[in-house]
């Protein structure tokens, strides 16, 4: 299937209407930007080099006014115990300023990221939320790639199996819900790829393709905080994830959904395709 065919189904709720989208330099937002885009949006994109901050609510008016629709992400994670507020005000703030469609990235089977979630319900927008499962592109772009370059990922998943979801198919399915917003209000979707895998699984997938010898050392999470600290993380943030990491990789997530071919028509995409993509495009060093 071709890019185009993929994006049919979105092409046609574009018109013109212009959607907010945070993270716009990250992971998910970079790409929801795009296919947004492509599908006929204009998009604002929002990040702090373009004086969207969410940590200071003075920038939030200027980025949202006479928009249509934004795609909410919370910086560092979801869970943060500052992001009901951060999510609640910026919402309650798009609602005021007729920006009413609201979808946010949330997590799958992340019980920290309940209040996020409840903070948008409560807005008064007409909110979807996103919850997906651990992004493929973590192994690529992000915090484990320098271990994967070296030849050794350190990680506290054990040996958990994970539906690891590519972002472009967030970034698809956030397209087609703004494009046919009426039919996703109020939904709760649970993206997830095609595929159950552990971290053993995904490593030796990517040092197959690479020709390199990686391998997967599995760690207890609060081993895994301390060596975070010693990067230079903030106690918090690595209290944070290890909290995170305890509960979510305890085999809570290890089942499909069929969220991504129910809004996009299509399978998700394989973590195989993925990891020959970013091979290809450099992205462990190759
Ligand atoms: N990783 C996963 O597997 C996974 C799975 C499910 C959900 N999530 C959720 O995904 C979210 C992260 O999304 P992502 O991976 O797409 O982001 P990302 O790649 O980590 O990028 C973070 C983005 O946030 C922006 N940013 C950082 N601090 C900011 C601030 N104070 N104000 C405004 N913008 C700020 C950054 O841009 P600037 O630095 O240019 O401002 C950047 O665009 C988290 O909420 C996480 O819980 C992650």
Same mark, same amino acid.
Do not use: C, W
């Given at each position: 299937?071709? &890019?185009?065919?993929?994006?049919?189904?979105?092409?046609?709720?574009?018109?013109?209407?212009?959607?907010?989208?945070?993270?716009?330099?990250?992971?998910?937002?970079? &790409?929801?930007a795009r296919a947004a885009g492509e599908a006929g949006f204009t998009v604002r994109a929002a990040s702090r080099a373009r004086g969207f901050d969410w940590g200071d609510a003075s920038t939030w008016e200027r980025t949202l006014r006479g928009a249509d629709a934004a795609y909410l992400m919370y910086p560092t994670d979801i869970g943060d115990p500052a992001a009901a507020e951060g999510i609640g005000a910026l919402a309650r703030e798009?609602?005021?300023?007729?920006?009413?469609?609201?979808?946010?990235?949330?997590? &799958?089977?992340?019980?920290?990221?309940l209040p996020a979630e409840e903070a948008l319900k409560g807005s008064g927008a007409d909110w979807t939320v996103v919850r997906a499962s651990w992004f493929a592109q973590?192994?690529?772009?992000?915090?484990?790639?320098?271990?994967?370059a070296h030849g050794e990922l350190v990680f506290p998943a054990g040996e958990v199996r994970e539906p690891f979801?590519?972002?472009?198919?967030?970034?698809?399915?956030?397209?087609?819900v703004l494009a046919d917003g009426d039919r996703y209000t109020g939904r709760t979707l649970r993206l997830t790829? +095609?595929?159950l895998l552990t971290w053993r699984e995904a490593v030796a997938e990517i040092a197959a393709e690479t020709g390199r010898a990686i391998?997967?050392? +599995?760690? +207890?999470? +609060?081993?895994?905080?301390e060596a975070l600290t010693g990067f230079g993380v903030p106690a918090g943030e690595a209290a944070l994830l290890v909290e995170v990491f305890e509960t979510l990789l305890d085999g809570?997530?290890?089942?499909?959904t069929e969220d991504v071919r129910e809004v996009l028509g299509r399978a998700p995409r394989d973590f195989s395709a993925f990891v020959r993509e970013a091979a290809a495009a450099g992205a462990w060093g190759n």
């Open positions: 299937m071709t &890019r185009n065919e993929e994006n049919a189904a979105v092409t046609a709720g574009g018109n013109g209407t212009t959607v907010v989208v945070t993270g716009a330099s990250g992971r998910t937002g970079s &790409r929801v798009a609602v005021k300023l007729g920006v009413r469609r609201l979808v946010l990235l949330s997590a &799958r089977g992340e019980d920290q990221a973590n192994f690529s772009e992000g915090p484990l790639v320098e271990g994967i979801v590519d972002v472009r198919d967030i970034a698809d399915v956030v397209t087609a790829g +095609p595929r391998t997967y050392t +599995p760690v +207890p999470a +609060p081993a895994y905080g809570r997530n290890a089942h499909l």
